[in-house]
């Protein structure tokens, strides 16, 4: 059992990363972006709702989310854990999940630079059928604007636009970065160097993960 939040602003890599862990462990990963956009894609009540505020970079209000991931965490797949990703983002988003009482192992912050960050998000491209993930410089498709995994079509996020990526940075500082404390005071945050390759960041996450679950468990054994 395995219970993970990833952390870190906007392009630091935690969709990426979220996608390897779920395989190493097999968990599932959990995504609020991900979760919303399939509701905006759909037109449902939700979507429709999302869609302002995601367009804009902002936050979907607590209320709706801390609903989702409620819902999702209630699913047989999470009877051994779940990989977190982009939940929570406020501290009454915090305050809320552990108010449902799933315990929570370990809190990985990815930490990159600004500029960076704006690099990877203006650049990322995605699949529209399966959610694979690209980059115009990192991660180039074998066939331009070509899915490699299943052949569709790769477009840009609404918000990836680098006005809105700005946005998203500012609302990250302002309403995000704070949960670092939150969980540092717990003694369950790692904070993680999130620049180099994909592979290299993996391999630090392990290296970190290991370490914490090795901890853990000689604790759980005195
Ligand atoms: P969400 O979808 O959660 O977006 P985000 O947090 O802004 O994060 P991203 O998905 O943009 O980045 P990431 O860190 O996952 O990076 P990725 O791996 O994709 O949220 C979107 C919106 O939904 C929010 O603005 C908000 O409106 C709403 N929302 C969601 N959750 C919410 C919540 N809890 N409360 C309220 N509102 C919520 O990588 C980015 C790019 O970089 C990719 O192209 C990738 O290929 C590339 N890349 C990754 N790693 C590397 C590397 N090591 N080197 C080079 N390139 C890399």
Redesign the pocket.
């Known amino acids: 059992m395995m219970r993970l939040i990833?952390l870190?602003?906007?392009?630091?890599?935690?969709?990426?990363?979220?996608g390897l862990l779920k395989k190493r462990y097999s968990i599932p990963q959990v995504?609020?972006?991900?979760i919303?956009?399939q509701a905006v894609a759909e037109g449902t009540p939700l979507g429709i709702q999302?869609r302002s505020?995601?367009g804009k970079?902002?936050?979907?209000?607590?209320e709706?989310?801390i609903r989702i991931?409620r819902e999702r965490l209630k699913k047989p797949d999470c009877e051994k854990g779940y990989i977190l990703?982009?939940?929570?983002?406020?501290v009454v988003?915090a305050q809320a999940f552990e108010a449902m009482d799933e315990p929570l192992d370990h809190a990985l912050s990815?930490e990159v630079q600004e500029e960076e960050l704006v690099r990877?998000?203006t650049?990322?491209?995605i699949c529209e059928t399966c959610g694979a993930?690209?980059?115009i410089d990192?991660?180039l498709p074998r066939d331009s604007g070509i899915c490699d995994q299943c052949g569709g079509r790769l477009s840009q996020?609404d918000?990836?636009r680098e006005e809105t990526v700005r946005r998203?940075l500012e609302?990250?500082r302002a309403e995000t970065a704070s949960l670092m404390d939150h969980y540092a005071r717990r003694g369950i945050l790692w904070r993680v160097e999130?620049?180099?390759?994909?592979q290299?960041?993996f391999r630090r996450i392990l290296e970190v993960l290991e370490g914490a679950e090795a901890r853990r468990s000689g604790r759980r054994s005195s």
């Open positions: 990833l870190g602003p906007p392009g630091a890599g935690k969709g990426t990363q979220a995504s609020t972006g991900d919303l956009r999302a505020y995601m970079g902002v936050l979907v209000p607590d709706v989310v991931v990703d982009g939940f929570p983002r406020t988003q990815l990877r998000l650049g990322r491209r993930l690209f980059h990192f991660r996020r918000d990836d998203r609302v990250y999130g620049q180099g390759t994909v290299e960041v």
